[in-house]
Nanobody, 126 residues
Framework: QLQLVESGGGLVQPGGSLRLACAASGFTLDNYAIGWFRQAPGKEREGVACTSSSGSLTHYRDSVKGRFTISRDNANNTVYLEMNILKPEDTAVYYC???????????????????WGKGTLVTVSS
């Protein structure tokens, strides 16, 4: 069974850091573009960051540029989202998604993402 499983969420104070992980099982991530998305209560899902299958191409939404970093460790079949200087507005359920034919674009669209994890909750609050 092909699965993506997120981990690393939790409660953190403003200004703090978290590292989310997206682990693949049942397949290898080498040929998959991966994206991180989030959905805050009462809001639509939005793209946060994406990386091409090789990792050579990445994009971020403007509000997280300079604070978040997406990286991939294909040897360990995992993609990470390092989140620093967290703000209350970063509070959301974070999802990773993968698509073999997805193109990681600046629009952070989800077209072509055919595998989704169940999400991990990030709460930024004092």
């Amino acid at each position: 069974q092909l699965q993506l499983v997120e981990s690393g969420g939790g409660l953190v104070q403003p200004g703090g850091s978290l590292r989310l992980a997206c682990a693949a099982s049942g397949f290898t991530l080498d040929n998959y573009a991966i994206g991180w998305f989030r959905q805050a209560p009462g809001k639509e899902r939005e793209g946060v960051a994406c990386t091409s299958s090789s990792g050579s191409l990445t994009h971020y939404r403007d509000s997280v540029k300079g604070r978040f970093t997406i990286s991939r460790d294909n040897a360990n079949n995992t993609v990470y989202l390092e989140m620093n200087i967290l703000k209350p507005e970063d509070t959301a359920v974070y999802y990773c998604a993968g698509g073999r034919y997805h193109y990681c674009a600046a629009s952070l669209w989800s077209y072509g993402m055919d595998l989704w994890g169940k999400g991990t909750l990030v709460t930024v609050s004092s």
